[in-house]
Nanobody
Framework: QAQLVESGGGLVQPGGSVRLSCLAS????????VSWHRQAPGKERELVAA????????NYADSVKGRFTISRDNAKNTGYLQMNSLKPEDTAVYYC???????????????WGQGTQVTVSS
């Protein structure tokens, strides 16, 4: 059974840093595109950052460019989101997403983690 498990969230002061991890199992992680999304109270879920399967390409929401870095370690089946210079408006539940081609079903399989809370406050 495919699964994504996020970790690393918590309370951090403005200007601080935190690194989120996303451990994958049950599918070929190295073939998946990985992205991080967040949802703040009363707001829709939004894309924060994405990375291709071979880590050859990344993209970021304008609000986090220059502060967040997405990466992956395919040998460890793990994706990461390094968040620096955090602001109160970064407070949200952060979700990991992986998308991979399912050759048996001939469709893209999409998986979500359970989410991890990041709160930026003094």
């Amino acid at each position: 059974q495919a699964q994504l498990v996020e970790s690393g969230g918590g309370l951090v002061q403005p200007g601080g840093s935190v690194r989120l991890s996303c451990l994958a199992s049950g599918f070929t992680f190295s073939r998946s595109a990985v992205s991080w999304h967040r949802q703040a109270p009363g707001k829709e879920r939004e894309l924060v950052a994405a990375i291709t399967s071979a880590a050859g390409s990344t993209n970021y929401a304008d609000s986090v460019k220059g502060r967040f870095t997405i990466s992956r370690d395919n040998a460890k089946n793990t994706g990461y989101l390094q968040m620096n210079s955090l602001k109160p408006e970064d407070t949200a539940v952060y979700y990991c997403n992986a998308e991979v081609w399912d050759a048996i079903k001939a469709e893209i399989a999409r998986y979500w983690g359970q989410g991890t809370q990041v709160t930026v406050s003094s």
